[in-house]
Every structure is written in C-alpha cells, then in structure tokens.
C-alpha cells in the first residue's frame, strides 16, 4: 500500500509502497477515506516541537474510514462500517494509569514508546492499523463528506477538557488562544454543551471578528495585547458575569503570563482546564499563586486528549446538528501531495480551516 513516511526529522515525507497493516488480536485494519493535517504538523516532522516519535514511520494521528479486517476480539464491528480512528492509544495492562501513544504523532513516557513500536505507523497511507476499541463507528457516510468528518479530531480534544471540567448549561466559559484550530474548536464545542456566554482570546483580530460573526452574541472577543493586567481586565470586562471555567489551548510559543491572564479570571470555585502547549518547549512555567488557589478554592484540571466513550457522544452532537461541520472550509489532498498538505495547513491556520489527505 501507499504511504507518506518521514525517515528523518526535518526531511520531506516520502511516499512510497510499503507492507500493509495484518490485523490480530486487539487490532483493527481500516481503509482511511480522510486523514487530517495539523496546523503545527511541520513543527512535528522538522524536528522543532521535539515530540517523542520513532523512525522511520508514518506520521498523521487519526482518520476517517471504512473498517477493512477485524480481529478475532472485535463483536461489533464489521468489515465496510465507518469508523472514527482514535489516535489517542492506551496500554491495556494498567487500567487506572494506562501509558498513552498518539498516533503517529508523540507518546508519553518509555510506556508510551513501548506501544508506539508495536502499533508504530500513523494514519498517512492508505490502510491504517489500529487498536480495536480505537475504531469508533460513527454511522454510514457520504465519502464526499469524510473529509469534514475529520473534524471530530480537532473537536474531541476540548470536548475532553470540558468533560474533565464537567461544564454545566448556563455556565460562562473563557477560551484561551481560542483564533488556532483547536481553541476554534473549544469555542463550538462550548456552545452545543450549553454555555451561555463564551469569551475567546487571541491576538489576530481578523480571526476574532470571524468567530463573533459565525457563532453570534453568545460569543465575546478580546483581543490580547501581552499586558498581563489589561489583558486580565479586558476579559473580566467582557463576561457578563461570574466566569465559571477557564480553557487554555495556546501553543508552546505562547507566553504563559498570556495565559495567566486568562486563567485568573476565573470566580471562587470555579474551574481550569490547561490544555495547551506552555513551557513544553522550555521557558517560564504558569506561577499560579498558591494563596489565589487555595483561598478561592480553585479546580485545575490538566487534560490530554478525551475518555475513549468521548467520540460516540462527539458523533452525536454532529448527527444532531449541535455541532455545524458544514462550517469548516476543507483543503483536501492527495497523498501524493502530502508535503504540500504539510506547508498548506501552517499557512492557512485558522479556526474554520482544514487540511485533509484523502488517500
Ligand atoms: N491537550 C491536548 O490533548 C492537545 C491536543 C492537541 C493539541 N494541543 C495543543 O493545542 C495547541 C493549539 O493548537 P492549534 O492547532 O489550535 O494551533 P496552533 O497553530 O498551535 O496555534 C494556535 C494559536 O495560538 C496563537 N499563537 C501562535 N503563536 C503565538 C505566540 N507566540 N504567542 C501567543 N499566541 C500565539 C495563534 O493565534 P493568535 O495569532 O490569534 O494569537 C494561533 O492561531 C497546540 O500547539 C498543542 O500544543 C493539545
């Protein structure tokens, strides 16, 4: 089969013919229909994001597609279904702390490198191998449409962090670095859980302005300046009220007092989620003041990705139209052109751009 395969870090994928994935006990093979490219995909491959990834392999965490062989453990699943690939891939020997791999991207941890060599590849190719339980069927589906569908990727991983934050209807919700994909995605995801207000943060006032016209006034904007103190000020001013649960999803290049900014806006007892990329690189950690933490009884909660049942329910909201996927202005690419797909999805990052291969 067909596969874009990184043989170094900071070289051109290469694509090429190599084995197709055998499925087995606890592992399903699937034809991918779409896969998608991040934003900060080329930060992964050149090298620069330092993410843990062994080489050679095949980069490209998660897909939609068409189950192809099922192994003797599946009882659901059947050949032909269409599934949502989890890229988020758990050990199975630890169930209270499993070692985390995700797809073709990164792991956590030598037990994270540990599944990455068994499961190894990514879903850049045309078959993709994934753990049983990690082949989500999400209901038939118009192969035009698969590649919007890609979306649900991009969605799960704030769906995630407002599920740990157990985010109520009515509630008042600051998205921090909300004008990249993921905070865009933050701020749909926000809406069709119910909050009632949303206030979104980033820099680039065009992408601000965007979100305020597409989502309407349940959306507030404020644009960040880098001034801890106006930044802090200007968000509190433009909540209507009390802010229950602050989301941060600022990338590693990010500055941690622009987060801080947002994160201490948050009421007595309210809630934060840190999602983001701060200080993976180095430079400054968050400070948080302990005595601002315990005297307002603050909850933070750190998240990776989602819970596994995360994806069903994600698939719902879309069916039941809570979540508009028609929104989201698609680049589809062979895979043939993944380095182009690659430079495509930096230059064009935003949070209502795509970049997908299709295979
Ligand atoms: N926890 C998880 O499970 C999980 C999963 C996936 C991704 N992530 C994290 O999510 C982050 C966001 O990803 P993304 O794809 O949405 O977008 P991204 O391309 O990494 O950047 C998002 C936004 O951050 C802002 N930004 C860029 N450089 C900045 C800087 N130097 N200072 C302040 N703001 C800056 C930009 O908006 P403005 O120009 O408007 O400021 C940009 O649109 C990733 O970098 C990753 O670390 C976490």
Redesign the pocket.
Known sequence: MKAAVLKAFGTPLVIEDVPAPTPGMGAVVVDVVATGV???SGEVLSGQRQYALELPCVPGGGAIGRVRAVGPDATKLAVGDWVYCDPTFRSRDDAANPDITLQGISARGEGGLRLQRHFRDGAWAEQTRVPTENAIRIGALDPAEAGRWVKMGSLL?PY?GFLAAKLQPGETVVVS?A?????GAAVAVALAMGAAWIVAT???AA?LVDLERRFGPRVRTVR?TGDEVTDHAAIRAAAPGPIDCVFD???????AT?ARAALMTVRPNGRIVL???IN?QGGAGLELPYAWIMRNCITIHG???YPPHAATLMANLIRAGLIDLTQYDVAEFPLDRANEAVAHAAAT??PFAMTVLRP
Do not use: E, K, S
């Open positions: 991040l934003a900060y991983v995630g670095g004008t990249g994909g993921f905070g980033g820099r680039n992408a960040m999803i600022l990338p590693p290049a990010a500055d622009q999602m983001g990329g993976m998240q990776w990705m990052a935003g």
